[in-house]
Each structure stands twice: as C-alpha cells, then as structure tokens.
C-alpha cells in the first residue's frame, strides 16, 4: 500500500511539475508604480532568459530580430555564448505561455561602454522566424537623430520589480507612464550624484531620460533592463539603468535608440540568418521552466505525500 502511494505520488509530481500553467500566480505585484497590462497592448515586448532565468526585457523590430540593452549580455567584459539565451514572444505572463525560440546570434556595437553604459543596446537574432497575430508584433524605431521633446509623455512596459523593497520580477507585465526629462536635466542631477557617490554616472546624447523628476514613484527597474521605452508606440529607448528606481531627484535612463537608427538596420541586413539551416534546432527542449514554479508545486506534492501517508 505504502509503496502503491508512493509511485501514485510521483507520478502526480512529475505532472504537477511540467504543467505548465498551474501555481503560477502566487504574487500580482505592481515595474515600479505601474499596472498589470496586456500583451495584445504592446505585442512586440518579450521576455529574454538566461539559462531559463529571465533576465531582461527585448523587443522585436523583425521576425527575427530582437532589441535589448547589451549589458544583459555580458559577463567581465565579454559576450556571453547565445547558446545560453532563448526569447519568449506572445505572453504577458512571466515564464509561461507564447512562443519561446532559441537565439542565433548577439551583436553588440564597437562603441558599448560598460563602465558607463553607454551605447546600451544588443541586437539578437532568433534561430527561427516569429510568426506575427494579436500577441506577437513588431515596433517601428525613429529616425535617425530623431529627438522626442522633454516633458512627453512616454511609458515603460516590462516584467521587472514592482517595488524597490521586492527583489523578484513581476508575473504579469506592467506599464507606467512618466515624462522625458531634458538632457540637460538628467545629466546635471547624475552628475551632483556622482560626486557624493564616487560612482560615474554620466548622461551621454545617446541617452533618454524619463520618470516623474521631483516626485518619483514611477519608473522602470530591476529585470526591465532591456525592454521597451514608447513614445506615440514607436520605440524611443532601451531600459538601461538609473540610480535605484523611481527616486524622485533621479529619472531613469534608457538608451536614445535614434542615435542607432542605422547601426540597427544595417546589422539586420548584415545578419539576416540567411545561412541558417538547422544549426539552432538541437539547443533547446524543456528552457524557460522557473524552477521556483516548480520548487512550488513539489511542495505541495510533498504536502499530499505526507497527508496520504497519515490517512492511508
Ligand atoms: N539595470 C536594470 C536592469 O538590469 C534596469 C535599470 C532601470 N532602472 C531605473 N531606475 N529605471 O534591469
């Protein structure tokens, strides 16, 4: 008997575990000062994950292109292999549901600055081509040099901490909308910071401020590194950094993606994936599992484990 319940239990563990939807939802929390929202709202917004940890945020800007920031790329000032990266597409759920495709390729521009983050943008190819619908859908980039007025009202969409106290990323994708902070501003306030700090906090041209300056409670944060900063739905910036999140006397800072109009373009055109046949496919199979989803619902397998064992 005791036996008979024991491989009953495992069984029901395996299931439990690679379920993919159940226990998912143990936590709606609230990026910072922001709401749940929808997928079907901004389509192109994907999950990005390291060894099936999410790290960041990404937006496809072609079937087989991703935009993300290039230091979720890097480890002592290398490239990490792609082999380790996939990209989840068409769920405003963190770790579960859409389309999850293998990475190819990470390019990173000559000019990155880790030291300072500037020129924070990566391009990913994907090793297979996303299929658009009403969950999956590609952002327009501005212009060259194009310059989105200060004081605009734009918005951060992303899956990264909802409050500076919580260090987890948020299970429903959030939005908050906030305003774009002049140059002059942001560099100015980063630059008092980095006197009284020791840090280097410079704000370059290839940089976009935005947050609610001398209020805060509204800003991008942990694990939206990456993601998108829209203004009028077109693609104005990259999450990158910012000194803590949602501060009143600091904006958060993404990267201008105007300054790299056509670095983006032309490194599409330069990896297109065209010679790809097969070389991503034997990379990926169970990717994107949050063991702490898992780690959860084996628990509650042990809980019945225990209970049958009393009550059997
Ligand atoms: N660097 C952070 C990340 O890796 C995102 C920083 C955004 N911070 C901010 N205060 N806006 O996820």
Redesign the pocket.
């Given at each position: 008997m005791w036996l008979l319940n024991f491989v009953v239990m495992v069984i029901a563990s395996t299931i439990l575990c690679l379920s993919p939807s159940f226990a998912t939802e143990e936590l709606v929390a609230l990026i910072?000062g922001g709401t749940n929202t929808d997928i079907e709202r901004y389509p192109y917004t994907v999950q990005i994950y390291r060894n099936s940890d999410f790290?960041?945020?990404g937006s496809l800007i072609s079937h087989r292109h991703v935009l993300s920031?290039a230091?979720?790329f890097f480890k002592n000032n290398g490239i990490i292999s792609p082999v380790h990266f996939t990209v989840r597409a068409g769920t405003s759920k963190l770790n579960t549901g859409g389309t999850e495709v293998a990475v190819y390729q990470i390019i990173v521009p000559d000019r990155y600055n880790p030291k300072i983050?500037d020129n924070d943008l990566a391009v990913l190819v994907l090793c297979s081509k996303l299929a658009t619908s009403a969950s999956i859908g590609i952002v327009t980039i501005p212009r060259q040099g194009y310059e989105v007025p200060d004081n605009s009202a734009v918005t951060?969409v992303?899956w990264?901490?909802t409050s500076v106290q919580i260090s987890q990323p948020s299970q429903i994708l959030q939005s908050v909308t906030v305003f774009t902070v002049s140059r002059h501003v942001c560099a100015e306030r980063y630059a008092r910071q980095e006197v009284s700090s020791g840090r280097v906090m410079v704000v370059t041209h290839n940089m976009i401020c935005?947050?609610l300056l001398d209020i805060g409670g509204k800003?991008?944060?942990?694990?939206?590194?990456?993601g998108p900063l829209l203004f009028n739905n077109t693609l104005v910036g990259i999450?990158?950094?910012?000194?803590?999140?949602?501060?009143s006397n600091?904006?958060?800072?993404?990267t201008r993606v105007s300054s790299f109009y056509r670095w983006i373009h032309e490194t599409m055109a330069n990896y297109n994936a065209d010679e790809l046949i097969g070389v991503c496919t034997s990379q990926k199979s169970a990717a994107g599992r949050n063991p702490m989803n898992c780690r959860g619902r084996l628990y509650l397998t042990y809980l019945l484990i225990i209970y049958s064992l009393i009550f059997k």
């Open positions: 910072i790290k960041c945020g920031a230091h979720c983050s951060y992303g990264g901490s935005a947050g800003d991008a944060c942990q694990w939206d590194s990456g999450i990158s950094w910012g000194y803590q999140c949602a501060h600091f904006p958060g800072v993404a």
